[in-house]
């Protein structure tokens, strides 16, 4: 099958070297073949790890030259006879082949003449047949008797002899011995023991012990403090007490006190209000509205009037005091010149009228006024009737008016 | 070379896990030195030893003279679990004696403790709060505590650990408080016991009375127990167990000290229970109702309703114990007092 494949597939990589090389059956590795069949009763042959055979080793690779062509049959199932036929043609070319090797002779042919002779050399000759002499031997045990038992075996002594002795009292008394070990042992783990049942039991009482003394203690200090509780409380109510007794006491200071104070207020506003009465009524806070009017109208009114009296009279004065000032220069004058006389007394008179005319018309609005006015005129009159002693006599006259005028 | 084994497997009765112990004075220090071996089975053998050694109290004090409390304080810190348990072991059983306690107090051994708490192994934690039980019973110990500032995380521990680390801290808060109770009245660990009065463990009801009694001997304390607590107490009166009684009654006593607990014990109804009590002759309470009566009768309320008792008082008289007596005659001059 090989070269006639191998045939094939060179042609067809000759024949078409451009398309991609294909395999009818793909190289793989080939797994070893087992040495011993699977057992028969295995169900189904186990899957082991698949052992790769080394290929120098593998009975289906070609040995061998390969360029002697064996022709493989194309159909591989031959028909029995077929198989019957060249199993019996291999036989018959074996069995030529060994007579032949049988005839064929490995030493060069005779000489003429000569012939080859089979000939044994050795000392004594040996009979050269085809069947070996066989000699029949029998042999046979005694009937029915049992095996004879077995030597004992004592091996063969070897090494020295040595003896020893245990003499009286050398050994010792296990029981008198053991007495002292086993008395630490137990002691020991006695002690032991007996230590950590005292811890506990040292524990246990030294905490009873303490709780007693804990409840005595948690009941003494509960007195205590009752006690104290009980004194803070009585301390307590005592300073109320005397809280409240001193504010008592200090209300009762204060309603005495205020009573004081009343009373003294009562007495000392007792003549308050006629003091107080008579200040107004001196300061003249009282006063009768008439009066007052008056007073606060009238007066005023009435000074202001006599005021302007007044000044008029003066300015009736001045004016005359001018006059006759011009008239005494002119008359200097006209003395120094020699003036004429009747011109002094013109204007002498002139202004007499005009005083008298006004002093007239308020004539007739007060009481008081004619009094004065009549006063003023006669002096007027007796001014004008001493003209010449002007300045002195004017100036008397004129404090004169002044004083009776202070004087009303 | 000879060894001192004769063959390879072990005599049948040695503890393969325990150092073997040199002799008499020699054990101690050797063990010494293996503690700071660095091999991690060298130091488990040797502590496993040191707990065996540590039960003998002359042992104990040579332990603390050789300066084993430095090396036992840096295995605190050790990663391995079964290290610090036995380290925790060991210094329980050394807190045991009074040498000991006074050698813990000394070489500031609670500050280290105290980082262990929050450990997730039980016997680790277990340990520890025994030695601090143990620490708090000396009144060195107590301030020790106290100065740690070991009191929030105690009281917060309360809530979460098991029944029985819970009575351990019960124990040594009890211890405690007696010196100071501010620091738990802050962390508010009245609210935490009266949760705990009401447990179903006898014996944590008994102890978390027992702490209300301490903290109610100082008076910020009383303040705090009088609003809330004195009606469940007053239940607690009427409790099966004698010790729960015997505690209950101690804080009831102290906290009728102020007038707002005598009335407000009055109003739980307390008169009845604790007069019971009294009646009883071989009750633990006898003392701590007598006391409490005597408090209930400084209130007029309470003075009415004792009056008609006084024959129960007049029992006491008689009672073996000196103190009962004295109590006796002190309440009954109490209620028969006239303003």
């Not at chain 2, 114990?321 to 007092?337: H, T």
């Amino acid at each position: 099958m090989l070269p006639a494949r191998d045939a094939e597939e060179a042609a067809a990589a000759a024949a078409a070297l451009a398309v991609r090389y294909s395999y009818s059956s793909r190289p793989r590795a080939l797994s070893a073949r087992p040495k011993y069949r699977a057992p028969p009763d295995a169900a189904e042959p186990e899957k082991e790890s698949v052992r790769y055979a080394n290929l120098m080793y593998d009975r289906r690779v070609v040995r061998g030259n390969t360029y002697a062509l064996q022709v493989i049959p194309a159909c591989t199932h031959p028909d029995p006879l077929e198989i019957q036929r060249q199993r019996e043609t291999r036989r018959r070319a074996l069995a030529r082949k060994r007579t032949k090797e049988q005839e064929q002779s490995r030493t060069p042919e005779p000489v003429e003449g000569r012939e080859h002779v089979h000939v044994q050399t050795e000392l004594y000759l040996e009979e050269i047949s085809d069947w070996v002499i066989g000699v029949d031997t029998e042999c046979q045990t005694d009937a029915f008797l049992d095996r004879p038992p077995t030597p004992l075996f004592i091996p063969a002594k070897t090494g020295k002899d040595v003896a020893t002795q245990i003499e009286e009292g050398e050994l010792f008394d296990f029981d008198i011995e053991v007495k002292p070990i086993l008395e630490v042992l137990v002691g020991k783990t006695v002690e032991q023991a007996l230590l950590e049942v005292m811890e506990e039991e040292e524990l246990a009482r030294l905490w009873a012990h303490q709780c007693a003394y804990a409840e005595l203690r948690n009941a003494e200090l509960a007195e205590v403090q009752r006690l104290e509780e009980q004194d803070r409380r009585y301390r307590e109510e005592k300073e109320r007490r005397k809280r409240q007794h001193k504010e008592l006491l200090q209300k009762q200071k204060e309603t005495t006190e205020k009573i004081a104070a009343r009373a003294f207020a009562k007495r000392y506003l007792a003549d308050l209000i006629p003091s107080v009465f008579n200040n107004l009524h001196e300061s003249g806070f009282f006063y009768d509205p008439i009066e007052r009017d008056i007073e606060t109208e009238f007066l005023p009114w009435l000074m202001a009037e006599v005021e302007e009296t007044l000044e008029r009279k003066v300015l009736g004065r001045t004016m005359l005091d001018s006059l006759i000032r011009t008239v005494v220069e002119k008359r200097l004058d006209a003395f120094s010149s020699q003036p004429p006389f009747d011109q002094t007394e013109a204007p002498a008179e002139e202004p007499r009228p005009t005083d008298v005319e006004p002093q007239v018309a308020i004539e007739t609005d007060a009481d008081d006024q004619p009094v004065t006015e009549e006063k003023e005129t006669d002096k007027l009159v007796a001014e004008a009737q001493r003209p010449r002693r002007i300045s002195f006599m004017l100036h008397d006259s004129d404090q004169a008016g002044t004083e009776d005028l202070e004087t009303e | 070379m000879a060894h001192t084994r004769i063959s390879s497997s072990l005599p049948p009765d040695i503890d393969p896990t325990k150092a073997p112990i040199a002799f008499g004075r020699r054990a101690l220090p050797k063990l010494n030195e293996e503690l700071q071996s660095p091999v991690l089975l060298t130091q488990q053998r040797a502590l496993m030893a040191l707990c065996d050694l540590v039960h003998d109290p002359e042992k104990v004090y040579q332990a603390v003279e050789l300066g084993f409390l430095d090396n036992l304080k840096t295995l605190l810190r050790h990663h391995d679990s079964t290290i610090r348990q036995k380290t925790t072991e060991v210094l329980y059983i050394m807190a045991m004696h009074s040498v000991g306690r006074q050698g813990l107090i000394k070489n500031g051994v609670i500050s280290a403790l105290a980082e262990l708490l929050d450990n997730p192994v039980d016997i680790c934690r277990k340990n520890i709060h025994q030695t601090f039980e143990m620490m708090a019973k000396l009144p060195e110990g107590a301030v020790d505590i106290l100065h740690a500032g070991l009191i929030p995380f105690l009281v917060l521990k309360l809530k979460s650990e098991p029944d029985e680390i819970q009575e351990l801290i019960l124990d040594t808060l009890s211890n405690c408080l007696r010196v100071e109770a501010s620091e738990a009245l802050a962390n508010g660990a009245v609210t935490i016991l009266k949760e705990k009065l009401t447990h179903s463990s006898v014996a944590i009801r008994s102890k978390a009375a027992w702490v209300l009694l301490e903290i109610s001997t100082h008076l910020e304390g009383k303040t705090a127990i009088c609003e809330e607590v004195t009606p469940v107490l007053v239940g607690l009166l009427e409790d099966a167990d004698p010790e729960v009684q015997a505690s209950a009654t101690g804080a009831l006593m102290f906290a009728t000290v102020k007038p707002q607990g005598r009335f407000s014990a009055l109003g739980a109804g307390a008169i009845p229970p604790l007069l019971k009590l009294v009646a009883e002759e071989t009750s633990k309470a006898r003392l701590s109702a007598i006391k409490t009566l005597t408090m209930l009768a400084e209130v007029p309320e309470g003075r009415k309703t004792l009056l008609g008792h006084t024959h129960t008082f007049q029992q006491c008289l008689n009672d073996p114990s000196e103190a009962v007596k004295r109590a006796a005659q002190i309440a009954i001059r109490v209620i028969q007092w006239k303003p």
